[in-house]
Antibody, heavy 123, light 111 residues
Framework: EVQLVESGGGLVQPGRSLRLSCAAS????????MHWVRQAPGKGLEWVSG????????GYADSVKGRFTISRDNAKNSLYLQMNSLRTEDMALYYC????????????????WGQGTMVTVSS | QSVLTQPPSVSGAPGQRVTISCTGS?????????VHWYQQLPGTAPKLLIY???NRPSGVPDRFSGSKSGTSASLAITGLQAEDEADYYC???????????FGGGTKLTVL
C-alpha cells in the first residue's frame, strides 16, 4: 500500500525547534521529489518546502526561508523538516506529499498525501 | 492573500453543474505552468483531483473536469452529488517566487 506517515509534531514554545519526519512506503521513494505542505486551523493549504529526488535542489516558501530546512534519506525512505525559531504563525497541520515528478520546480502535482502531524507553537 | 485567487464559496443543487475559478498571473498560470486541483473532504488530507490542467487520476469520476486559458483555470463538476461537498484548491508553480503556490480554497456546498 502506498503510504506516507508523518511524525514529530507537538507543542513547542516560540523560538524553539522541532524536527518532523515522514516515512514513505509502497513506492520507489528515490524516484520522486517530496514536499511539506501546511494548513493552519480553519485555513487553506500553504506550500512550505520541496526537495528533488536526489537532494540536489530544494525550495522554500518565503515565510520559512532561513528558519526551516528540508532533507531526505533515500536509504531510509524518509523525508524530514527541521524547524528552527518557531513562531506562533507556524502553528499548523503539516502534511508530507509526494510529487509525481523528480524536481520541486517541475510544477508537477502531488499525488500522495499523509494524514499530517500537528505543530502547536505556544508559550 | 493567496497568489492564486479562488472564490471563497460556491453552491449548487444535486444534479447541477458548478464551476470553480482559479485566477493567477503571468508568473504562474500565464507562464504556462500546469494547474492541478485537489479535493479536501472535512477532516481528511487533500486528494489529487485533476493534474496537468485537465487530466484525471485513476478512480476520479469523469464528472470532474479541468481547463486552463491564459492566466486562469477552472474546475467543473457536473451531476453534483452530496458527497462532493468539500473544499477545493488549485495549485501551480510561480517562477517569480520560485515555489509552489496554492489558491485560497473554495468551499462547495451541495444544497
Amino acid at each position: 500500500e502506498v503510504q506516507l506517515v508523518e511524525s514529530g509534531g507537538g507543542l513547542v514554545q516560540p523560538g524553539r525547534s522541532l524536527r518532523l519526519s515522514c516515512a514513505a512506503s509502497g513506492f520507489i521513494f528515490d524516484d520522486f521529489a517530496m514536499h511539506w505542505v501546511r494548513q493552519a486551523p480553519g485555513k487553506g493549504l500553504e506550500w512550505v518546502s520541496g526537495m528533488s529526488w536526489n537532494s540536489a535542489t530544494a525550495g522554500y516558501a518565503d515565510s520559512v526561508k532561513g528558519r526551516f530546512t528540508i532533507s531526505r534519506d533515500n536509504a531510509k525512505n524518509s523525508l524530514y523538516l527541521q524547524m528552527n525559531s518557531l513562531r506562533t504563525e507556524d502553528m499548523a497541520l503539516y502534511y508530507c506529499a509526494k510529487d509525481i515528478g523528480r524536481y520541486p520546480e517541475g510544477a508537477d502535482a502531488f499525488d500522495i498525501w499523509g494524514q499530517g502531524t500537528m505543530v502547536t507553537v505556544s508559550s | 492573500q493567496s497568489v492564486l485567487t479562488q472564490p471563497p464559496s460556491v453552491s449548487g443543487a444535486p444534479g447541477q453543474r458548478v464551476t470553480i475559478s482559479c485566477t493567477g498571473s503571468s508568473s504562474n498560470i500565464g507562464a504556462r505552468s500546469d494547474v492541478h486541483w485537489y479535493q479536501q473532504l472535512p477532516g481528511t488530507a487533500p486528494k489529487l483531483l485533476i493534474y496537468g490542467n485537465s487530466n484525471r487520476p485513476s478512480g476520479v469520476p469523469d464528472r470532474f473536469s479541468g481547463s486552463k486559458s491564459g492566466t486562469s483555470a477552472s474546475l467543473a463538476i457536473t451531476g453534483l452529488q452530496a458527497e462532493d461537498e468539500a473544499d477545493y484548491y488549485c495549485q501551480s508553480y510561480d517562477s517569480r517566487l520560485s515555489g509552489v503556490v496554492f489558491g485560497g480554497g473554495t468551499k462547495l456546498t451541495v444544497l
